[in-house]
């Protein structure tokens, strides 16, 4: 089976203008001959890949599958276009980085700081989200790198994971806070305190939920739900509230002085960190380099 791009891009144009004149209007070709362009798809691939109605036209699961596909291959023709006129211009990249809210806030500008530091030139974005976001927007080519979590689910097929390092979960405190001596505090301890975590919706809510769940205790009834993670711990270093964080992505203020990391009694899994991109994807200079100088600083920080 071999695809027209040509194809691709109609099918794309049926999606988002949701009938066929619009989308035949969009292309500046006959409603006709986007139709034929349609079914001559439909015949490649062997699959019926839109319905039309009197609401107009809707894309099948199938349909779906290839609007996607064509997605990707339009967000790589715009990052040719973008990196050709960044390269006119003098520049390096662009290089676009997604991460979730902890390494956003900790090791991300930690790479991004050396990067620059190397290269006066150079054109990166960071993108801060939810795991399922940053994989959608790396799956469609929009991101070039994400960092995040990993393990906790089957790592889609054709992405591509370089470890970083193993980040371990443990109450976090202000360094003068009246648990800051302790040696280790259990759950049951802490829930009539005020916790300050991560909104609704990542990967490491849902596992501190777990955490509680699992040993029986109720989730905390005084919460403070704080993003991004700059304000989360800019709470935690001005109140008597409590956290649990990775350590790895605290080490900074640990060793500031502003925090301290406590140990739970309880079993805490550890969190696996990797950077994940395309397994077929070719990184441009600029993203090679944030991949050396990531993995230079993990096994730095481990040291």
């Known amino acids: 089976m071999e695809l027209d791009p040509r ?7 049926v999606d988002r203008a949701g009938s066929f004149q ?6 500046n070709i006959s409603q006709p001959a986007l139709s034929v362009s349609i079914g001559r798809l439909e015949d490649v691939t062997r699959m019926h890949l839109v319905d039309r109605g009197r609401h107009g036209a809707i894309l099948t ?7 996607r596909h064509a997605e990707s291959i339009e967000s790589v023709l715009k990052l040719a276009v973008q990196e050709l006129e960044i390269r006119r211009q003098g520049a390096e990249g662009p290089l676009h980085i997604g991460g979730t809210p902890l390494a956003t806030g900790s090791f991300v500008p930690l790479v991004v700081a050396q990067l620059l530091n190397e290269n006066t030139n150079p054109a990166i974005e960071v993108t801060e989200g939810t795991d399922e976001q940053l994989l959608e927007r790396l799956m469609t080519h929009q991101l070039d790198l994400m960092i995040s979590n990993v393990g906790h689910r089957p790592s889609p097929k054709g992405i591509e994971e370089i470890p970083l390092f193993t980040a371990r979960s443990v109450i976090f405190v202000r360094a003068d806070h009246p648990l ?3 040696e280790q505090v259990s759950l049951k ?3 009539h305190l005020t916790w300050i975590i991560p909104p609704r919706g990542g990967a490491f809510r849902r596992q501190i939920e777990a ?12 919460v403070v739900e704080a993003s991004p993670f700059s304000v989360l711990k800019a709470i935690i270093e001005r109140s008597d509230g409590v956290s649990i964080l990775s350590d790895e992505f605290l080490r900074d ?4 002085g502003l925090l301290k990391a406590i140990p739970l009694k309880e079993h805490v899994a550890s969190r696996q960190f990797a950077l994940q ?12 380099r944030f991949v050396e100088i990531a993995v230079e600083l993990a096994a730095k920080e481990l040291s």
């Open 61 to 67: 699961d199938a349909g779906k599958i290839v609007a």
């Open 253 to 256: 203020e640990i060793r500031r």
């Open 180 to 182: 800051g001596e302790r």
């Open 7 to 13: 194809l691709l891009r109609y099918i794309l144009a």
């Open 277 to 288: 991109k395309l397994a077929d994807r070719k990184l441009n200079s600029l993203g090679q």
């Open 211 to 222: 955490l509680f769940m699992t040993n029986g205790i109720a989730f905390p009834v005084n």
């Open 189 to 191: 301890e802490l829930e």
């Open 22 to 27: 619009k989308a035949a209007d969009a292309l």
